[in-house]
């Protein structure tokens, strides 16, 4: 996986956009989408990586997650120090989301 983990989050976004046929709508609409849509892909990741994620860095992970001031970049760069497996996690946790949001089953 990329280490530059933001961008590979939304070339991700951009390609769910593109497989579930969404690619031609009103550029406002697709940019709100592609926004939302990064939101929940974050979320997604961040719940798999807390499950990974040793007991004692919690804390300071729920505190990262908090600052106004850090950057996606931040917060994959404390997961990647912290969760061992963090590349293994990672693309399951894409992986699961892409089979949700395409409705893979």
């Known amino acids: 996986m ?5 961008q ?3 070339a991700f976004v951009d390609k769910l956009i593109d497989e579930k046929g969404l690619s031609s709508m009103a550029d406002d609409v697709l940019k709100q989408m592609k926004e939302d849509l990064l939101s929940r892909v974050e979320d997604r990741v ?3 990586m807390l499950e990974t994620l ?3 860095r919690v804390e300071s992970f729920e505190a990262l997650l908090n600052e106004e001031s850090s950057s ?3 917060v ?3 997961l990647k120090e912290h969760v ?3 590349d293994e996690v990672l693309a399951n946790a894409l992986m699961g ?3 949700t949001y395409l409705n893979l089953g």
Do not use: I, Q, V
């Open 2 to 6: 990329p280490t530059n983990t933001p």
């Open 8 to 10: 590979t989050l939304e």
């Open 46 to 48: 961040n719940a798999e």
């Open 54 to 56: 040793p007991a004692d």
């Open 72 to 74: 996606g970049d931040d």
């Open 76 to 78: 994959a760069a404390f």
């Open 84 to 86: 061992p497996n963090f």
């Open 97 to 99: 989301f892409r089979h």
